[in-house]
């Protein structure tokens, strides 16, 4: 990451904590490494961000539903999923200064480095190198690849390097009160498992056709080896999950459509095509047979935001052979090659899976903006601005009485009461105006809205719209549809 870049990244950080989007956790003793809590303004922001996405699955394709399964899962479940024998990561220490890292990161830093350094060449080709050691699972062709690459600990900065070993990134904790009888069980480090678990509870009481798709939203744990990453990569998370159901031999369509679709709801947000990319997996999960990463440009660099997996009828097959529970689908469409019904088969699955922490820390990297003023005067300012879309903003209007006197403040509470109900509003009487819109711009909201002395005389007010800071005076009744419309 270069010096711009970082101060970057380390400015959004200090903004989110100083305005109420994120704090670390537990902060009074010190945090807790990889654990974040949100603010008013952050809770505000991701709970608008998970909406947006609940809708698009769940109102906008009717033939998707949701679900909300338990944290907590019968611990057989992990077994038949793979991820007690195979949710691992390669992991290295440094011997001197006791740190450990994931070899991927470490190689990935470092190819960071060749392409900052005008080797883009040579990054790909160690990218590459770094794939295909990967997915061999040869861990002494990995450390060669870091001795080669001469790669250091960034505490110690020696190479004194552990063997590479895999780590299980699941935590595990008891059930039940007595240590004896009790059963290991683990926090789910995915959404997905509760999803097909239900698979067929789901598709006969909702009474779902295939193709369709169950959503779902909700925490995830990972003991994740990291590195000043802050939101990206945490050990607690939450995710966005839709699993799409399919008939065999048509996942690859699906694949692409949701490739297509997800991409299309980024962008929707109003943040730009360019900023994103897709990534191809060279190296597949036990389960896939074709899986791509949509990635953002986030300050450090393009990194993955969401994953789009066709996950073939690995897991509910799995969970059939485990459960001995028949996980079938009776499909009475009629095969145009045998004229017969399609029958019975164990549907495969197109998976799509988003961080959503990782889409608010997307949200606030594009938001973020710290821009000179050149006032009227000819003197210039300073302002910082959260350009978040109007769409998920924490508040969507602000209303200021100019001042605390003169029945403005009257006014204005009757128009926040004719608000309220359709939109979070804000209302504050306190400070000068400026003051007042610049804490505005900081936290995001689109519009403020101020009532003045004329406002009595007309029932005109000042509307101010956020991002070109344009002012303009309409009528009160046009306030509420003037917001409404933005958030369409
Ligand atoms: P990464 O390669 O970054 O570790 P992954 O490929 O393991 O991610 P998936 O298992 O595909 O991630 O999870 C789907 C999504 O969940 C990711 O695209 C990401 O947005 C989010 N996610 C995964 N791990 C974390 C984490 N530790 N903290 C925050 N979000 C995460």
């Given at each position: 990451m270069s010096i711009q870049q970082d101060n970057r990244f380390q400015a959004i950080i200090s903004h989110a904590k100083e305005y109420g989007f994120v704090f670390p956790s537990s902060e009074i003793y010190d945090g807790l490494s990889a654990v974040y809590d949100y603010g008013p303004y952050g809770s505000e922001l991701k709970k608008n961000i998970r909406d947006y996405w609940w809708r698009s699955m769940t109102q906008m394709h009717d033939n998707i539903v949701g679900i909300d399964a338990a944290i907590f899962m019968h611990p057989t479940t992990w077994k038949a999923s793979g991820h007690v024998d195979n949710f691992s990561d390669p992991m290295i220490d440094n011997k001197d200064?006791?740190?450990?890292?994931?070899?991927?990161?470490?190689?990935?830093?470092?190819?960071?480095?060749?392409?900052?350094?005008?080797?883009?060449?040579?990054?790909?080709?160690?990218?590459?190198?770094?794939?295909?050691?990967?997915?061999?699972?040869?861990?002494?062709?990995?450390?060669?690849?870091?001795?080669?690459?001469?790669?250091?600990?960034?505490?110690?900065?020696?190479?004194?390097?552990?063997?590479?070993?895999?780590?299980?990134?699941?935590?595990?904790?008891?059930?039940?009160?007595?240590?004896?009888?009790?059963?290991?069980?683990?926090?789910?480090?995915?959404?997905?498992?509760?999803?097909?678990?239900?698979?067929?509870?789901?598709?006969?009481?909702?009474?779902?056709?295939?193709?369709?798709?169950?959503?779902?939203?909700g925490k995830a744990f990972r003991n994740e080896i990291v590195a000043r990453q802050f939101i990206f990569r945490m050990r607690e998370f939450e995710q966005m999950e839709m699993q799409f159901f399919v008939r065999p031999g048509t996942q690859m369509e699906w694949y692409n459509y949701?490739?297509?679709?997800?991409?299309?709801?980024?962008?929707?947000?109003?943040?730009?095509?360019e900023k994103y990319r897709y990534h191809d997996h060279v190296k597949l999960a036990h389960y896939a047979d074709a899986a791509l990463d949509i990635e953002y440009e986030f300050p450090f660099g393009f990194k993955e935001v969401e994953g789009i997996h066709s996950r073939t009828d690995f897991d509910l097959k799995s969970h059939q052979e485990y459960s001995k529970k028949k996980q079938?689908?009776?499909?009475?469409?009629?095969?145009?090659?045998?004229?017969?019904?399609?029958?019975?088969?164990?549907?495969?699955?197109?998976?799509?899976?988003?961080?959503?922490?990782?889409?608010?820390?997307?949200?606030?990297?594009?938001?973020?903006?710290?821009?000179?003023?050149?006032?009227?005067?000819?003197?210039?300012?300073?302002?910082?601005?959260?350009?978040?879309?109007?769409?998920i903003a924490p508040n969507k209007l602000a209303i200021l009485p100019l001042m605390k006197k003169d029945g403005l403040p009257e006014i204005a509470k009757q128009l926040l009461d004719e608000c309220k109900p359709h939109f979070k509003c804000f209302y504050e009487e306190k400070d000068a105006i400026g003051k007042r819109y610049r804490r505005q711009d900081a936290i995001g909201t689109p519009f403020c809205v101020t009532i003045d002395h004329q406002t009595k005389e007309d029932g005109t007010v000042?509307?101010?719209?956020?991002?070109?800071?344009?002012?303009?005076?309409?009528?009160?009744?046009e306030i509420k549809s003037m917001v409404l419309t933005a958030l369409t």
């Open positions: 200064s006791k740190k450990r890292y994931r070899v991927d990161h470490l190689l990935e830093a470092k190819a960071d480095q060749l392409r900052e350094s005008g080797q883009a060449n040579e990054a790909d080709t160690l990218l590459a190198e770094m794939d295909r050691l990967l997915a061999a699972e040869d861990f002494t062709g990995l450390k060669q690849l870091m001795n080669d690459q001469k790669i250091v600990c960034s505490v110690s900065g020696t190479a004194n390097w552990t063997d590479i070993r895999q780590f299980n990134l699941m935590f595990s904790t008891q059930l039940g009160s007595v240590a004896e009888d009790a059963d290991t069980i683990y926090l789910r480090p995915e959404t997905a498992q509760g999803i097909f678990v239900n698979f067929l509870n789901v598709q006969k009481t909702a009474r779902m056709k295939i193709p369709f798709g169950i959503a779902q939203t949701w490739k297509d679709a997800r991409l299309k709801w980024h962008t929707s947000l109003g943040i730009p095509a079938q689908y009776f499909d009475a469409d009629v095969d145009p090659s045998t004229g017969k019904p399609y029958g019975n088969y164990i549907p495969y699955v197109v998976e799509t899976s988003i961080g959503l922490d990782r889409m608010f820390l997307l949200v606030l990297s594009h938001a973020y903006e710290e821009e000179t003023i050149t006032k009227e005067d000819g003197t210039s300012d300073n302002r910082v601005v959260m350009r978040i879309p109007a769409k000042t509307i101010r719209h956020r991002d070109s800071m344009k002012q303009e005076r309409v009528h009160l009744s």
